[in-house]
Nanobody
């Protein structure tokens, strides 16, 4: 069983930056694809970024060039560096892990990022 704990959310003015962190308890990240999703009010949850154990990355078009995902397997932690934040980035951000050995999916409880207009 894996537990994911996100931190780093908060209120940031447009153009500001935040770093989100997610620690995976009960697992290392050697066989896990890590990602960040977000869900804005009245919208479906969407993929923001993901990173494989081989450090390949994918980003949503809406955040490409502004957000950077990274991981530290030794610390079982994934990060999301968010720059040039916009009001449309306001959402609850969820850490996600997929263990490709057993196919299990894990979700954090979410951390709120608010960027006022």
């Amino acid at each position: 069983q894996v537990e994911l704990a996100e931190s780093g959310g908060g209120l940031v003015q447009p153009g500001g930056s935040l770093i989100l962190s997610c620690v995976a308890y009960g697992s290392n990240l050697a066989h896990v694809v890590m990602g960040w999703y977000r869900q804005a009010p009245n919208k479906e949850r969407e993929l923001v970024a993901r990173i494989t154990s081989g450090l390949s990355t994918d980003y949503a078009d809406s955040v490409k060039g502004r957000f950077t995902i990274s991981r530290d397997n030794a610390r079982s932690t994934v990060y999301l560096q968010m720059n040039s934040l916009k009001p449309e980035d306001t959402a609850v951000y969820y850490c996600h892990a997929l263990n490709f050995v057993d196919g299990m999916n894990y979700w954090g409880e979410g951390t709120l990022v608010t960027v006022p207009s």
